[in-house]
């Protein structure tokens, strides 16, 4: 059974840091390309980050490029989010995603909060 919990959200400054992980189960972690998503209410979900199965090629939304990175390990099934430079737009519930064998999993997500 596949599963991905999020940590490592709160709240943070503008211009802050904060560091997202995701832990996953049930599959095996290093042949999947690996997701971060963000929502706000009344939005639909929106594609922050990915990574490739190995790691060695990066994607991200315009919106965070520069100031967020995302990187695994794979020998800890742990895909984690650098979010630096942090502004009140990038609060938002941030989710896990994976996608295998046609089917979508995402985890509970973790709030980000970003505000003075």
């Known amino acids: 059974q596949v599963q991905l919990v999020e940590s490592g959200g709160g709240l943070v400054q503008p211009g802050g840091s904060l560091r997202l992980s995701c832990g996953a189960t049930?599959?095996?972690?290093?042949?999947?390309?690996m997701y971060w998503y963000r929502q706000t209410p009344g939005k639909e979900r929106e594609r922050v980050a990915d990574?490739?199965?190995?790691?060695?090629?990066?994607n991200y939304a315009d919106s965070v490029k520069g100031r967020f990175t995302i990187s695994r390990d794979n020998g800890k099934n742990t895909v984690h989010l650098q979010m630096n430079s942090l502004k009140p737009e990038d609060t938002a519930v941030y989710y896990c995603?994976?996608?295998?064998?046609?089917?979508?999993?995402w985890g509970q997500g973790t709030q980000v909060t970003v505000s003075s």
């Open positions: 995603h994976v996608r295998r064998w046609g089917n979508l999993y």
């Open positions: 990574i490739t199965a190995d790691g060695g090629s990066t």
């Open positions: 049930g599959f095996t972690f290093s042949n999947y390309i």
